[in-house]
């Protein structure tokens, strides 16, 4: 019996070492060996020949992308756990499935959320700063008082499992936890995590000390945080979000913290990345990360896995465990 075929699996970003590796040994695998964001030319040719595409975040797969897929590509296993790079409608009436990788981002995006909550709240970023400038003077009572974060409330947009791994390191820190969600979560998990549930995010914005943003990027929750909903929060109130720049409207969050109409805030996702509104990069009371909420060795290496055994369960004529179906808030 003549052996089947290894499908055509174009990479386009560069992936860790043991991944590729792996990668080359299962599949016919091309390889971004520079990593360059691959330009729009470059994943016309890969859709247009590739049996199986795995992007990044970096990559825009709409319907325009789309259409010029030939009609071999079957698969788009995506390196990352949003999806909303992806026109998923267009992927679907094509019948192309897309898969992404759930789960193992969970506690690395979380443990980063409480970092930038706690850099936050307590100036650490422009303590780091202070130092380093030659300028600090030594020890004062009133030098760099930041915020105590026990017995404040904590309001999570987006109750999934980041969310909710949020809210478990919160509680260790005296936080009182409240959240708003598509929809109530089990009662067995707000009971767990002492949560209370707010179906109006305008009632809870009002009360809250810190907002956490770990909602997906989605139609409904673009500009999520307008201008109306930021001008909700308390003038002390810190805003973290390490979800998706287009959640928060970016050029009001940068107007709000410059006339210290908000407490601060810390940023790890823009509206238009790399791309960062200038007027944050001159600000103090905001701490700024460059998209790494996920970057810890071991998560690269899971998500690579996962898509690994994404693309061999689809090629073997099974539906991947992680096909994505839709986008839901």
């Given amino acids: 019996m003549a052996e089947r075929k290894k499908p055509l699996i174009i990479v386009t970003r560069k992936l860790p070492d043991a ?3 792996r990668m080359m040994e299962l ?18 040719q890969a859709v247009e020949t590739a049996d199986v595409l795995v992007p990044t975040v970096t990559d825009t797969i709409d319907e325009a992308l789309l259409n010029q897929a030939g009609p071999q590509l079957k698969l788009i296993a995506n390196f990352g756990n949003g999806v909303d790079h992806i026109d998923l409608r267009a992927a679907r009436a094509r019948g192309i499935t897309v898969t992404n990788t759930p789960g193992v981002l969970t506690e690395d995006t979380a443990d980063m959320t409480m970092a930038l909550i706690l850099a936050t709240a307590r100036r650490l970023s422009e303590g780091e700063r202070l130092v380093r400038s030659g300028q600090w003077t030594g020890w004062a009572p009133t030098v760099m008082l930041g915020a105590r974060l026990a017995g404040k409330r904590l309001g999570i947009i987006g109750m999934g499992r980041i969310g909710q791994a949020v809210a478990r390191r919160a509680r260790a820190f005296g936080l009182s936890i409240h959240y708003h969600n598509r929809k109530q979560v089990h009662p067995e998990v707000e009971t767990e995590l002492d949560a209370t549930y707010w179906e109006s995010l305008d009632q809870m914005l009002t009360r809250m000390d810190i907002i956490a943003v770990t909602c997906p990027r989605t139609p409904a929750t673009y500009h999520l945080l307008n201008a109306r909903r930021l001008g909700l929060l308390k003038s002390s109130a810190i805003l973290v979000n390490i979800s998706r720049g287009q959640v ?13 109409e908000i407490g601060g805030a810390g940023l790890d996702v823009y509206e238009d990345e790399p791309n960062v509104d200038p007027k944050l990069l001159k600000l103090d009371n905001v701490v700024l990360l460059p998209h790494m909420g996920s970057a810890t060795i071991e998560g690269r290496l899971d998500m690579g896995e996962k898509v690994i055994v994404n693309i061999k369960t689809f090629v073997d004529g099974h539906t991947p465990r992680d096909r994505v179906l839709e986008m839901m808030f």
């Avoid at 970016?250 to 006339?259: C, D, I, K, V, Y």
């Fill in 19 to 21: 991944i590729e590796t």
């Fill in 248 to 260: 928060v409207e970016e050029a009001t969050l940068a107007r709000m913290l410059l006339m210290k």
């Fill in 27 to 44: 599949f016919n695998a091309r390889l971004n060996l520079d990593d360059h964001a691959m330009s729009r030319e470059e994943l016309r």
